[in-house]
């Protein structure tokens, strides 16, 4: 029997954000006969995704730090390696990315790494730390194009330099569509949270952070609810700016359309609910949640931030504009409300298009493609 691959993910924390959700979503479609799966994470919150991690056949480990104090981990975190056996370091943004370059520097073991933005929206702290250590590592994975345009305009060393240690590969985000299909809603559970059967609903799920602008998304809601007025909205998830969405709503007086349900475990029900997914971001690199309403027949309306682009063909899985042009995505938005036929067409675009050529099968294999020709090494 040959002996599994010991795979290590490092990543800083165990939010809800789209890169945290993808480690165990991917480990549920790997095979598990070939490949052993740990985490390794540094800062500790409350909401977290460890339950869906080990319930993934994923073992979880902590080592309680904050962002500086990584600096004083790394022994630490290089004798937990050491004694663990691992095959492969697959880290998970920047600060996890700095780490597993310099545990890696006195260790003959494989650094798969994983970057999920564009570099450009780091904080000059991470975007330098990330730069001046980025070529030590084996494989680095850009899970859109212009995410891996990012990197090779920003990276001090030229990652496409032959006979140089580091590739660069471009595996885009998946999602595994056999659990991500729209399921029938009873009118109860939309009566619930307020929402009357014959409504349009309009909604997102997102950590709420400056990224996703959703100051921007209500300014979108309220002039939609200008036009269609038996429209209700739905904000999942949590985060920094929601005390001030809050006031926002409150003081537009439509605070009755308005449904922020917090952060949920399972979204489906929820993406099950919604007609149009709605994306106001400023920048992103392939957005899970984006893909799992699209799984789930949902029609996208979004600015052309960062992967978007590469998911949606405008006019065909929904509509897009220019991130400054904003605005532009309200006549989209009550266009698809006043035509049930074209957003129907458009829903089931909008799936086609995620099982053609955004699967977590698809992408489970290019990694393990990866994984197997690193170890190997």
């Known amino acids: 029997m040959n002996k599994k691959i010991k795979v290590l993910h490092l ?3 165990l939010g809800r954000g789209g890169a945290e959700k993808l480690i165990p979503e991917t480990a549920l479609v790997h095979n598990q006969e070939q490949f052993e799966f740990h985490c390794l994470y540094f800062y ?3 909401n977290n995704i460890i339950d869906e991690l ?8 902590l080592i309680p730090s904050g962002n500086l104090g990584l600096f004083f981990r790394v022994n630490k975190v290089r004798n937990f390696i050491i004694s663990n056996g691992f095959d492969i370091i697959h880290a998970h943004l920047p600060w996890a990315g700095i780490m597993a370059r310099s545990v890696g520097r006195n260790l003959n073991i494989p650094i798969v790494y994983t970057e999920h933005n564009t570099w450009e929206r780091y904080n000059k702290l991470s975007y330098w730390g990330n730069r ?6 084996d494989v680095a994975i850009a899970v859109s194009n212009e995410v891996a345009l990012s990197m090779r305009l920003n990276s001090i060393w030229d990652p496409y330099q032959r006979g140089g240690r580091m590739k660069l590969r471009v595996i885009q985000n998946g999602v595994n569509t056999e659990v991500f299909k729209r399921v029938k809603i009873e009118s109860i559970t939309r009566e619930k949270i307020g929402i009357p059967p014959d409504a349009t609903v309009v909604g997102i799920v997102a950590v709420f952070r400056d990224q996703k602008r959703l100051w921007l998304w209500v300014e979108v809601a309220l002039k939609i609810l200008e036009k269609c007025s038996n429209t209700h909205f739905i904000l999942v998830g949590d985060g920094e700016w929601r005390e001030r969405l809050e006031d926002q709503i409150l003081k537009s007086g439509k605070e009755n359309q308005f449904h922020l349900v917090g952060v949920q475990k399972n979204v489906i ?10 994306s106001t971001s400023e920048f992103e690199g392939l957005p899970i949640a984006m893909l799992e309403a699209m799984s789930c027949h949902v029609p996208v309306v979004a600015t052309r931030a960062g992967g978007i682009g590469e998911v949606i063909q405008h006019g065909v899985q929904g509509y897009l504009t220019e991130i400054e042009d904003w605005k532009e995505l309200t006549p989209h938005a009550i266009k698809l409300i006043k035509n049930p036929a074209l957003r129907q067409k458009m829903a089931d675009a909008a799936r086609a298009r995620v099982i053609q050529g955004f699967s977590m099968k698809r992408m489970v294999e290019e990694l ?8 190997g090494k």
């Open 132 to 137: 001046i250590s980025f070529k030590k590592q």
């Open 44 to 46: 500790h919150q409350e």
């Open 368 to 375: 393990e493609e990866i994984y197997k020709d690193t170890a």
């Open 11 to 13: 990543i800083k924390s």
């Open 269 to 278: 029900p929820f993406l099950s609910m919604m007609d149009i997914y709605l």
């Open 54 to 61: 080990e319930n993934a056949g994923i073992q979880v480990h």
